[in-house]
Structures are given as C-alpha cells and as structure tokens.
C-alpha cells in the first residue's frame, strides 16, 4: 500500500538504467525506486521516521539465535511499526555474513528467481553493499536462478526493507537480493533446496510479504489470524491448506492473503522437518488502524521470527529405564483399550518424569512373531513425547494402510518398539549417512519417506539399497529418486518390550 504521507504528484524518476544488452563486467548500483513515497527520500526524514517507529515497536525478545524475520513491505506509516517490531528482535551487534531478502515480484512474472549481483544498493542513508561473488555463484550453480535486472528495477519489496537494517544492525553487512517470479510451489522447493546450505546461525534471511489485502478490517483479522497461524506450524502444505480454505469463503474484497506467498513458502520449505527450528509470532496490524487507513478496505501486516533452538537443550535428553517402561506401557494399554474399545485412556501426568513432557518426534512399532505389523511417527516436536506415544500406538495399530487394522486376538502376540526421535539434519552427500546409526528422511516434491535407523541393521542393507528402497517403497519416486531428492538424517532412541 502506497505512503499517501510522502508521495507526490509525480513519482520521483527510476535512476536505474537498464539494458538487455549491459555487460556483466560493467558495475550498476540499484537506485531507490520508491523513496519519497513508500517511505522519505531525504536522509534525516528517514532517520526520524525510523526512530519513531522503532520505538512503538514490540520490544525484543529474550529469544536468540534468529536466523529468519517475516516483515511487511508496504508503506512505513501502514506497516513501519510491523517491520520494526520483527527488525528489533535481531541481535543488533552480531556479524552476520550474509543476508538473504526475499520478495515476490510484484510487477512481472517469470520462472525461478532474479538475484541482483550487477552492484550494490543505494538508499537515502547510503550504500548497502551486495555480496555479487555469492550472487554470480548462485545463478551459476543453480539454472533456477538468473539475474534478471528487470525484476528488480520497480520492486518495492526488497527495497523497503534495507533502511531498517540499516538503522537496526550496528556492523557492516552485505545483502543477496533476491525476486521470485515463480508461481509455482514445486519452483519454490528448488529454489529453497539451492538456498538451505545458508539458513543457519552465520546468515539471516527476511522474508518481504504483506498478509491480506482489501478485505474489511473484521475479516482481515480473521483471515491473517488463520494464515498466520498456519506458517507458525512450519509446514508448507499447512499454509497452501489455509490459503486455498480462505479464498473458498468468497469474503469480500479479498484478492490475496499472502502476496509474498512464494517466499514465505521457501522459507517453510527450508525449515520444514527441522525440529530445532522455531516460528515465533511477534506483532499484527493491518492498515486501518494507522490514521492514513480505512477500516472497510484493508491490508494485513504481520512480524514473525524464526530461531534455531540452543543445542545444549538435546545434548542432555536422555530416558531412564523407568522412563522408557513408562512410554512401552502407555503403548500397550493404548493399543489394549482403543482396539478393544476405541478407549484412548487417560495418563496421569503427576507419574512421569520431566523427560517424558518434553516435545518430541517418536514412533512406535509394533511386530507380531518378528514380522512387522504396524509402524507410524511424526518428526515435528510439538507435542509432549508421552502424547506422541499414545497418538502413534493408536496409529499404527488401526491406520497403517499396508496392514489391516489391529483385531483384539491378536493383541497378546504384539512386540511394541518405540524410537525417540533427535531433530532432524539435512546433509548434502550420502558420504554422511553411517548405517544404524541414522534413519533418512527424503523428499522430493510433495512426496516423502523415511527409514529408522534399525531397518538398515535388520536389513542388512547397504546404503544404496538403504536409500533404494526408501525412495522406491516409501516415497513413491522410483528406486533412484533419492539422487536428486533433498535428504535429511536423525538418530533414535530404540527400546522395545523384548528389552
């Protein structure tokens, strides 16, 4: 949405120079193209303003390790006080070596994704200096980016987000600007894939997006409560999920919930699977509540975070044996009561250790006479892991489709196995995968499967028949899909009745 604040009756001229023809040797610094409107073109306006609103912002947060920020893009006096408050929670002494600024191109439409490396970028507080070797190496290495000069030209998305880092970060930086022309979830996945190796604690990644536009403010709070909601769960196909459930409901004036919906979903596409990762909401507006807006015609705004959670906080699980009776028990008695009774029976909390409160993925297995009969888990740590157990007994003893469903008589022949899950970690060559001692997680598209790391002892297996057969029998993607499919280790507690 537009600065009504700062703009004039003609928008200041695009310094930008452009031509299809331009030499790659020959430098090109990126002009402001929407100082003086979206926000003020002289220097000591613009420190003022960012003053101001970095002083209604939401106060930071004790949370560390941020290595990602959602902000708005619009107009500062609509959205300013939004991208403050998700700009005040970064640290702002630390020495970042890259940052990453992703929006989605609001002007033209192409395939993939333009990283501008023909300079730098100039604002009125001065030069923000783009890291052109990263750039070149990313659209050398990746035919899913080019480098586009046209998608940058007139984009605000980025842009806007420069003076913030500007005013907030104490040290030098450099930027990877990057536009995304794609409207295709499949595209966003390649261009996160090229992007994971450098979301972590050395770099920063903002993701540019406004949330709903033009419905009524009543609805739009609605609206970006769900969408919002949605992304905090750290699954992409949740986001698509609320999107498509938002538009079907035919609400007034909406034209988009998400229009930076491409780079928000890279984004989850990155973390995604990644328990350590953590989305924190922080602070939501939309335009009517500045006094520049309308309450019947608004835009959305909302400040998320994203950290990595400390290390030194899975360094020191462990389960004790009573512990791990505990977890087989809730097991049994779960499998007992629901196939008997579709009885999910209550647990005590007051009985258990700290240890089995704390979120974590499991699985559980169960086996009749060696054979495998039923094995169903969950990655994502959002639940306490007794939960986890009892919900994965349930599952794997009445929805594992390869088996029928579990009958009362055969309940007593049951071995139960149960594997708590470590976080998981992408790995970018097999050469990191050490037989039984890691399970693999793999995707590729929409598709996806994994092995625990006690089929590949059970097996036998090399590694190549490991990840074969994950890729052919669990993933659906053909024996060699695992090739060009993003891989992921863990590791796992095992314990099972036998035991």
Not at 188 to 197: E, G, H, K, S, T
Not at 289 to 310: C, F, P
Not at 423 to 442: A, N, T, V, W
Not at 455 to 472: D, M, P, R, Y
Request: proline share 4%.
């Amino acid at each position: 949405m537009v600065n009504t604040k700062f703009i004039s009756i003609i928008l200041p001229c695009l310094l930008l120079l452009y031509s299809h023809g331009q030499s790659q040797d020959t430098r090109l610094d990126r002009q402001p193209a929407v100082a003086g409107s979206f926000y003020p073109a002289g220097r000591a306006e613009l420190e003022a303003e960012l003053q101001q609103l970095f002083a209604k912002a939401a106060p930071a947060r004790e949370t560390q390790n941020i290595i990602a920020v959602i902000a708005p893009h619009a107009g500062y006096v609509f959205s300013g006080e939004v991208a403050a408050s998700a700009f005040n929670q970064i640290d702002p002494s630390k020495q970042f070596e890259n940052i990453f600024i992703l929006g989605s191109s609001h002007h033209i439409a192409f395939e993939g994704a333009s990283v501008y490396s023909q300079g730098d970028f100039i604002t009125p507080l001065g030069t923000v200096k783009v890291n052109t070797g990263l750039a070149d190496q990313l659209i050398k290495n990746n035919s899913i980016f080019s480098n586009r000069m046209d998608a940058h030209a007139h984009e605000h998305s980025l842009e806007v987000q420069l003076p913030f880092l500007q005013v907030r970060l104490k040290k030098n930086f450099k930027i990877v600007p990057i536009v995304l022309g794609t409207q295709s979830p499949e595209t966003c996945r390649r261009i996160a894939r090229a992007l994971q190796p450098y979301l972590n604690l050395k770099n920063l990644f903002v993701i540019s997006t406004d949330f709903s536009h033009y419905p009524g403010a009543a609805d739009a709070a609605v609206i970006d409560k769900a969408t919002a909601e949605a992304i905090l769960t750290n699954s992409p196909e949740r986001l698509l999920r609320s999107m498509a459930g938002s538009e079907r409901k035919n609400i007034s004036g909406l034209v988009t919930c998400l229009c930076g919906w491409t780079s928000v979903l890279t984004l989850l596409d990155m973390t995604e699977g990644n328990a350590e990762a953590v989305y924190t909401h922080i602070r939501y507006k939309n335009s009517g509540d500045s006094e520049y807006g309308e309450k019947n015609r608004v835009v959305g705004y909302q400040a998320i975070t994203v950290s990595l959670k400390e290390q030194k906080e899975q360094s020191g699980f462990r389960l004790s044996g009573k512990d791990r009776k505990s977890l087989l028990a809730i097991a049994r008695s779960t499998v007992e009561q629901y196939v008997k009774n579709h009885i999910k029976p209550d647990i005590d909390e007051k009985d258990l250790s700290s240890v089995l409160k704390t979120n974590c993925g499991a699985f559980v297995t169960l086996k009749k006479g060696g054979n495998l009969r039923g094995c169903i888990g969950r990655f994502d740590a959002s639940a306490p892991l007794y939960k986890v157990v009892q919900e994965m007994a349930i599952a794997s003893s009445t929805q594992d489709t390869r088996f029928m469903p579990v009958e009362s008589n055969e309940i007593s022949g049951l071995d139960i196995e149960i594997s708590v899950l470590t976080p998981m970690r992408p790995i970018r060559s097999i050469d990191e995968i050490e037989l039984g001692k890691h399970g693999i997680y793999m995707r590729k598209g929409y598709r996806s499967g994994t092995f625990l790391p006690q089929v590949a002892s059970e097996t036998g297996w090399t590694k190549e028949e490991f990840l074969g057969h994950c890729a052919q029998d669990k993933a659906g993607i053909g024996w060699d899909g695992w090739k060009d499919a993003e891989l992921f280790v863990y590791e796992a507690l095992v314990f099972g009745e036998k035991e």
